[in-house]
């Protein structure tokens, strides 16, 4: 009985089929770190990136919660436990006749531990909706009473256990042929809302229609009662029925993002080039660092200036460091502090980047090498993260505006100052085609650097 999801509404370019899955994959760990690595619903660890970015917004995940359902609020929760099929009453209404006739089948022939003893209806099937998400359904059972003591049950239970496929734990052993004998060897979609027992009915006290009675032959076609008759009511500690969030379009343009999705959160953020990338794997790649306050150092390996210093949030600085893993003396490392804006004005979206804080260590000068080409490689990947989003959001409230992009680096050496705003359009220009060349959502334009 959860909400249906609409077809038609997406969040951060998902549909809410992608983000329901998404909702139940970081419900299953609560760590971003698992979030961005999973295949099943993003592309990439960008797009993951910025539905993450988007869920937290929309407080629909709590990265604080303490338990695997608190890792969810309630407006997530009612999302990832929502439908998003919907069939025919005609098409629910074959399915639910091929259930009563299974059980028919199993309660006649099977010789079950436990037989279906009544079959309660309810929700959208028994109210005759022109659509349904699922039939929803009460099935009460009782021992078979073929088997009238402990000694009979205890070897005819020994007997299905033995029968029950090889791979299964011992406990899901118990119960495989009464499911298989009620459900099919695969469990129709639309039975999601069926359940063994009637706990639920009971506690829920709805309108029900009991619509298999073993007592009177099978099935029966009874009115619809108020609730079951073993119902006082719905219960205080049933929670309210979910319902589904405001899933309006944010007005307002989105943060910045989070730099340290690029290394996945990891704690000592180290970046893996794994799902970072297909267009260009090598930049940034292995021996990239995105430093923030939260950052653990693992090693002793060089620890610049500025992370020292602190005030790295991630969102508005963020300290990106190069150093071959390889590289214990420090001979190819480099590091620079990212500083980022976004504003939205009358004309356009302006991103203003700063880049300042540049280091090396052991008094090395600064070059235009590789150490300096991966962190402009980081630069233009947080960059692509930035655009992704605001694309998106641009989308979804169906309006144009193009991307300013200002790169400021002033307080760069000056052998460095002219280089970055090129190789990072470069980077980008490969990373990113598509946000830097235009799509619906805007064009995207990298002014020159700040004099």
Not at 92 to 113: F, H, S, T, Y
Not at 349 to 363: A, M, N, Q, V
Request: glycine share 8%; charged share 30%; net charge negative.
């Amino acid at each position: 009985m959860g909400v249906n999801l609409p077809k038609d509404t997406t969040l951060a370019g998902f549909t809410l089929t992608e983000v329901k899955h998404a909702l139940r994959s970081y419900a299953r760990t609560g760590e971003a770190q698992n979030f961005f690595e999973i295949e099943s619903f993003a592309p990439s660890r960008l797009e993951a990136a910025a539905l993450y970015e988007e869920l937290v917004e929309r407080k629909l995940i709590d990265p604080d919660g303490r338990s695997r359902e608190n890792y969810l609020t309630e407006a997530g929760l009612a999302i990832a436990g929502g439908k998003t099929r919907r069939s025919s009453l005609a098409a629910a209404q074959k399915v639910l006749d091929e259930l009563i006739g299974r059980v028919e089948r199993m309660n006649e022939r099977d010789n079950p531990l436990n037989v279906v003893d009544r079959v309660w209806l309810f929700g959208s099937v028994m109210r005759g909706q022109e659509t349904v998400g699922d039939i929803d359904l009460a099935i009460e059972t009782a021992h078979n009473p073929a088997f009238p003591d402990d000694a009979s049950r205890r070897e005819r239970l020994r007997e299905l256990v033995d029968s029950a496929p090889d791979h299964l734990p011992y406990f899901r052993k118990l119960g495989w042929h009464e499911e298989k004998g009620i459900f099919g060897e695969r469990r129709h979609p639309l039975l999601a809302g069926a359940h063994l027992g009637s706990d639920e009915l009971l506690r829920l006290g709805v309108p029900c229609r009991l619509i298999f009675d073993r007592f009177r032959g099978g099935r029966v076609d009874d009115e619809v009662l108020l609730r079951h008759p073993d119902s006082s009511g719905r219960s205080n500690e049933m929670p309210a029925p979910r319902e589904l969030p405001d899933l309006t379009p944010v007005p307002s343009i989105a943060s910045s993002m989070n730099a340290r999705w690029m290394s996945a959160y990891r704690p000592d953020g180290r970046v893996s080039p794994h799902r970072l990338s297909s267009a260009r794997p090598t930049v940034p790649g292995p021996g990239c660092f995105v430093l923030t306050d939260e950052t653990t150092f693992y090693s002793d390996k060089w620890r610049p200036r500025s992370f020292e210093a602190g005030g790295l949030d991630g969102v508005a600085r963020v300290l990106l460091k190069y150093q071959d893993w390889f590289d214990d003396g420090g001979r190819e490392a480099a590091a620079l502090v990212l500083h980022r804006e976004i504003r939205d004005l009358d004309t356009e979206i302006e991103f203003r980047i700063t880049l300042s804080d540049f280091e090396r260590p052991r008094r090395l000068k600064p070059a235009l090498d590789r150490p300096f080409l991966q962190l402009c490689g980081l630069v233009a990947m947080t960059m692509c993260g930035d655009i992704h989003r605001q694309t998106m959001r641009l989308q979804e409230r169906k309006m144009e505006k193009p991307i300013a992009i200002e790169i400021n680096t002033e307080a760069l050496p000056d052998k460095l100052r002219e280089a970055a705003p090129v190789w990072i359009e470069q980077i980008l220009n490969e990373l990113a085609p598509r946000a830097t060349e235009g799509d619906e959502g805007g064009e995207s334009k990298v002014a020159e650097p700040a004099e």
